[in-house]
Every structure is written in C-alpha cells, then in structure tokens.
T-cell receptor, first 118, second 110 residues
Framework: NAGVTQTPKFRVLKTGQSMTLLCAQD?????MYWYRQDPGMGLRLIHY???????AKGEVPDGYNVSRLKKQNFLLGLESAAPSQTSVYFC?????????????????FGAGSRLTVL | GEDVEQSLFLSVREGDSSVINCTYT??????LYWYKQEPGAGLQLLTY?????DMKQDQRLTVLLNKKDKHLSLRIADTQTGDSAIYFC??????????FGKGTRLHILP
C-alpha cells in the first residue's frame, strides 16, 4: 500500500524555468492538499482540492497553479520558478473522520519534494 | 500560518513530561490536530480532538482544549528519546482548509 507518493523527490531549477510536481494517492481520498515547508515558517497551504475537477487557493497560492483531473492525482505547477520558491513541498490527502462533518479531515502526507531554485 | 501559534522550541529531560502549547484564532474550527514530524520525513497524525471535547487521552498523550481561550495543549508523559521531533498543531476550518502552526521542536535532554 503506497499511500501518498510524490515525484520527483529532488529537483534543481534555474530562475524562470517551469516544472510540475506530481502527487498520487491510492487510498481513494476525496481531498488533497499542497503545502510548502520553510525553516521557521512551519507548513503553509498553497492550494487544495475537495474532489476531482476542483481546486481552491490556500494561504500562499501566488506563483503556483494546480490541477486535479483525476481523483488520485494532484499536480502542482510552477510556471516561472523564483528563488523564493526554494522549499520542501508536501502533498497530503485526507479522509473524513465523520462523514458530512465539515472540517473532519485527517491528513496522510507524502515524503516531500525538495526544490531548489538558483 | 498566522492563525495558529506555537512556541518554536522546548527542551525536556528524559522521563519528564513534555507540554506543548498552541493557540488558534478561528472559534468555528471543528477539529484540532497534533502532527509529528521526524527528521527527513513527512508529518504523521498523533491525535485529534473535536471542538466540543475538553480532553482526550491516548496512552502517553493527553490533549487539553480550552475553547473559550482557543488554547490547545499536548502533554507527552514519560518523554523518551524517540519523542524528539517537531510537533505541529493544526486547525481544520469549515472551508476544508487545514492550517498548521510553525511547529515546536522538542529536544530531549539525557
């Protein structure tokens, strides 16, 4: 049982290049999230999705785009990478603790993708 | 995120209890969570508490929730070296966002 798989695990980009991070989950979870983790900043929510074909902005969405064309995949794109986007990116998917209760979501995280923008 | 605040560091002697505190701002948050992150790994759920509860106990872990003060704490009894990690408090909002604090790094002293 793979859980949440992120690819690639490491990537180095030059300023202005584009790339896509892929998150795949095999747990049939409805909700998926992208976070970035920076020293002293904790985890900040970039974008999230509450189901196939839906996306919504989080706390720090600027400079990123996402797509959820299939339920099991959530893609995070950087159209023109900047050094400020150097970070560790975590994807998570969630199931509901209590069906129909807003906010009752337990996250399962991937192992992270370390991105460096030079 | 600014919605959830935690102190950044805590040092505790092995065998003592650790208490990690968190404050949040959204009174409509329905669930509050504690996650643990070990070096080089993603986060793992430790425990959660529903907003209409004031305490939850799970083996060595005790969660206390003061909804009036929007204060959450995690107590780890008999702290062991394996408890050394970063602990994140998180709140779940009605729009399905899950917002994390900056994390508290727990250091265990011999």
């Amino acid at each position: 049982n793979a859980g949440v798989t992120q690819t690639p695990k490491f990537r180095v980009l030059k300023t202005g290049q584009s790339m896509t991070l892929l998150c795949a989950q095999d747990m049939n979870h409805e909700y998926m999230y992208w976070y970035r983790q920076d020293p002293g900043m904790g985890l900040r929510l970039i974008h999230y999705s509450v189901g196939e074909g839906t996306t919504a902005k989080g706390e720090v969405p600027d400079g990123y785009n996402v797509s959820r064309l299939k339920k099991q995949n959530f893609l995070l794109g950087l159209e023109s990478a900047a050094p400020s986007q150097t970070s560790v990116y975590f994807c998570a998917s969630s199931y509901s603790i209590w069906q129909g209760t807003p906010g009752a979501n337990v996250l399962t995280f991937g192992a992270g993708s370390r991105l460096t923008v030079l | 995120g600014e919605d959830v605040e935690q102190s950044l560091f805590l040092s505790v002697r092995e065998g003592d209890s650790s208490v990690i505190n968190c404050t949040y701002t959204d009174s409509s948050s329905t669930y509050l969570y504690w996650y643990k992150q070990e070096p080089g790994a993603g986060l793992q759920l430790l425990t959660y508490i529903f907003s209409n509860m004031d305490m939850k106990q799970d083996q060595r872990l005790t969660v206390l929730l003061n909804k009036k003060d929007k204060h959450l704490s995690l107590r780890i009894a008999d702290t062991q070296t394996g408890d050394s990690a970063i602990y994140f408090c998180a709140e779940s909002k009605k729009d399905d966002k899950i917002i994390f604090g900056k994390g508290t790094r727990l250091h265990i002293l011999p």
